[in-house]
């Protein structure tokens, strides 16, 4: 699978559902714990 996202295959950025800053760390927690989004990445 990683090669697929190498030659451009896949798009990575379409399973990220929410980015948010560190600061509202809390809100993605809640937001994953409950099942919301796809993938949430923590941006520093």
């Not at 994953?32 to 949430?40: D, P, S």
């Amino acid at each position: 699978m990683p090669q697929l996202f190498a030659d451009g295959v896949i798009d990575p950025a379409v399973f990220i559902s929410d980015r948010l800053p560190l600061a509202d760390y809390s809100v993605a927690a809640e937001r994953f714990a409950a099942g919301i989004g796809r993938k949430i990445q923590i941006v520093p």
